[in-house]
């Protein structure tokens, strides 16, 4: 089976940048898909394919991935950026794997 | 506008069964890749199940011969047909869509359903 492993939190001062990873052996050769989930909200979709944001998300939310960890980079964090964030891949053996998710925590 | 309804969760004993429906509007379910993704209380996410357009289901191990994904075009929604349910079970079930093109992500979700799976 293939795992993802995400820090269980992060934390970033208000307008600086916060950069949250997604660990996986070899991830660099897969499609990485990020989603952010609020409090008592479903998941939304901020980041696509590695680096694509879908319409609506703002340019501050961007994202890379290179051999074994994909990166989800925040910047100018903002307090209603306050939320988990999941990693998430496909793969062969079992189809669609999610992270363990990450807290963040705008300071 | 696109949008997914999730509906049937509820309480229910160890060992009983519950389907839950997700209802599709601005979009047709029977051409996209659709899945459930569940959240136990405090998890982190799980994909549970995805039925793709040509009709071909896969499920996760520990819903394995348990629960049964299916659709109906011409209502243009979404089952999740889950028996023997066991405590391990009790999350928020989320229906999603994946755009076409075969990516393997989910771009669009419901607001989820609760199921409890209590004695």
């Known amino acids: 089976s293939y795992e993802l492993t995400q820090p269980l939190s992060v934390s970033v001062a208000l307008g600086q940048t916060a950069r949250i990873t997604c660990g996986g052996n070899n991830i660099g050769s897969k499609n990485v898909h990020w989603y952010q989930q609020k409090p008592g909200q479903a998941p939304v979709l901020v980041i696509y394919?590695?680096?694509n944001r879908p319409s609506g998300i703002p340019e501050r939310f961007s994202g890379s991935n290179s051999g074994n960890t994909a990166t989800l980079t925040i910047s100018r964090a903002q307090a209603g950026d306050e939320a988990d964030y999941y990693c998430q891949v496909w793969d062969s053996s079992c189809h669609w794997v999610f992270g363990g998710g990450t807290k963040l925590t705008v300071l | 506008e696109v949008q997914l309804v999730e509906s049937g969760g509820g309480l229910v004993q160890p060992g009983g069964s519950l389907r839950l429906s997700c209802a599709a509007s601005?979009?047709?379910?029977?051409?996209?890749?659709m899945s459930w993704v569940r959240q136990a209380p405090g998890k982190g996410l799980e994909w549970v199940s995805v039925?793709?357009?040509?009709?071909?289901?896969y499920y996760a191990d520990s819903v394995k011969g348990r629960f049964t994904i299916s659709r109906h075009n011409s209502k243009n929604t979404l089952y999740l047909q889950m028996n023997s349910l066991r405590a391990e079970d009790t999350a928020v079930y989320y229906c999603a869509r994946e755009p076409l093109g075969g990516y393997y992500y989910m771009d669009v979700w419901g607001k989820g359903t609760t199921v409890t799976v209590s004695s």
């Open positions: 601005g979009f047709t379910v029977s051409s996209n890749y």
């Open positions: 394919r590695d680096s």
């Open positions: 039925i793709y357009s040509g009709g071909s289901t």
